[in-house]
Nanobody, 124 residues
Framework: QVRLVESGGGLAQAGQSLTLSCVASGYTFTTYAMGWFRQAPGKEREFVATINSLGKSPYYDASVKGRFSISRDNTRNTVYLQMNDLKPEDTGRYFC?????????????????WGQGTQVTVSA
């Protein structure tokens, strides 16, 4: 079955960097887009970044554009989220999602499987 396992979260101070990884298994990774979403306490899960099945056409939420970078290694079935210049408002649980299609998508309903998430906490 489809399995997504995130790692790389932790504690960071404002201005520091973290890199998240998501290893996928149980399906043909190269066929589908991948996305990163996050959920802050008491808030809905929100879109962060997405990338298509070929590792092209990355797209970011305005709040992270210029600071975060999404990439994927199709030989390792892994998608990454490089997070630079972290801010306290980046705090939340970060989830990777498997897309329903090969094209990148910002909508949560365009993803059909999710990992358990990894916690990112940024202090001022």
């Amino acid at each position: 079955q489809v399995r997504l396992v995130e790692s790389g979260g932790g504690l960071a101070q404002a201005g520091q960097s973290l890199t998240l990884s998501c290893v996928a298994s149980g399906y043909t990774f190269t066929t589908y887009a991948m996305g990163w979403f996050r959920q802050a306490p008491g808030k809905e899960r929100e879109f962060v970044a997405t990338i298509n099945s070929l590792g092209k056409s990355p797209y970011y939420d305005a709040s992270v554009k210029g600071r975060f970078s999404i990439s994927r290694d199709n030989t390792r079935n892994t998608v990454y989220l490089q997070m630079n210049d972290l801010k306290p408002e980046d705090t939340g649980r970060y989830f990777c999602g498997k897309g329903l299609f090969s094209s990148a998508n910002v909508l949560e309903r365009a993803y059909d499987h999710w990992g358990q998430g990894t916690q990112v906490t940024v202090s001022a």
